[in-house]
């Protein structure tokens, strides 16, 4: 008999809840971690939650994702800090305007997305500072907005620790063990455990963690930083993108600005090279 029903790798956002709704099932959670909760991207994001996606796939399962989460702070009985302060999105070419008027009325009409396009006159009143300069059109979603991640974090964890999830952390999986082509445990370095399945939430590291089950998956790191402020008066309410210098920045509730350039994604881990270029770009 295996030591557990599963084992999950990773222990960000998605892998603390991948346990979390397991273990609710009755089954016997282990979830590894290689170096502490919360160390991957999960609590180094800009906390910007929005239904206004492109796909309608994504438009559904934001709509759906904000329900949940909104639910599990009452079950858990943490305060996400919701702020619906609304995305706005600063257009300057005719590409991306005719982009945005055709999702609206493709995509999120259909599921009841609301949206409003404003003039660079309507855009100071959301926006006061803003420098309207290349600056065409702006489109305001009032349903998006921000929540603080640390706060799912921590409730995740203390809900797993309720639950009698085993979690290790500081516990890198080196090693999984297939026998006739299924999983039957990991090794830790010179530590093995056993498990009857495996769910590998590893973010970014996903695919070099199922490369050790030999298994392939089309998934590829890419480096994204983001730059977080000392506090500074509050100048801005909602979460902007300007696509006219491509920026985004958002105001967390002490006053902090983060934010970054959109467009300096880059392919990898990327080495630290790419951050000083970054913080020349942010500043
Ligand atoms: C700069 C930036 C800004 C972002 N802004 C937003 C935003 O505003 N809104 C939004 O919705 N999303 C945003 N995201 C994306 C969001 O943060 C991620 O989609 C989310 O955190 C992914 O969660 P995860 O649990 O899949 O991955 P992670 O949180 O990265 O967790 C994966 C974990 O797996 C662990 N791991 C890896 N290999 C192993 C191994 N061999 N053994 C054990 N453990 C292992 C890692 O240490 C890590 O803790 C942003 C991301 C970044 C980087």
Redesign the pocket.
């Known amino acids: 008999m295996s030591e557990f029903d599963v084992a999950v790798?990773?222990?960000?956002?998605?892998?603390?809840s991948t346990a979390y709704w397991l273990a609710k099932k009755g089954l016997k959670v282990a979830l590894?971690?290689?170096?502490y909760?919360?160390?991957?991207?999960?609590?180094?994001?800009?906390?910007?939650?929005r239904v206004h996606f492109k796909s309608e796939q994504n438009v559904k399962f934001m709509i759906e994702g904000k329900k949940r989460l909104l639910r599990l702070s009452k079950e858990l009985k943490y305060n996400p800090l919701v702020s619906e302060c609304g995305y706005l999105w600063l257009l300057a070419t005719e590409e991306q305007i005719n982009e945005f008027k055709k999702t609206n009325n493709q995509v999120w009409s259909k599921h009841s997305v609301s949206g409003k396009f404003l003039d660079t006159h309507e855009l100071k009143q959301i926006l006061p500072n803003a420098k309207t300069e290349g600056v065409t059109l702006a489109f305001f979603g009032p349903q998006d907005g921000t929540f603080h991640?640390d706060f799912v974090l921590f409730a995740l964890q203390n809900a797993l620790k309720r639950s009698r999830v085993s979690v290790f952390e500081c516990?890198?999986?080196?090693e999984i063990c297939v026998k006739s082509n299924k999983v039957s445990g990991l090794s830790i370095g010179a530590r093995e455990h056993t498990c009857e399945k495996l769910v590998v939430?590893?973010?970014?590291?996903s695919a070099?963690?199922c490369k050790l089950a030999g298994v392939s998956v089309p998934i590829e790191p890419e480096r994204?930083?983001?730059g977080v402020t000392e506090p500074i008066r509050r100048f801005v309410d909602t979460f902007v993108i300007d696509l006219s210098r491509s920026i985004y920045l958002t105001q967390g509730i002490r006053g902090d600005i983060r934010g970054?350039p959109t467009d300096l994604a880059t392919r990898g881990f990327a080495p630290l090279l790419s951050t000083f270029k970054w913080t020349v770009e942010f500043s």
């Open positions: 790798i990773g222990g960000g956002a998605v892998g603390l590894f971690e290689k170096n909760l919360g160390s991957g991207s999960s609590t180094r994001n800009a906390s910007g939650f991640h516990s890198e999986v080196t939430c590893a973010g970014a590291w070099s963690v994204r930083e983001l970054g």
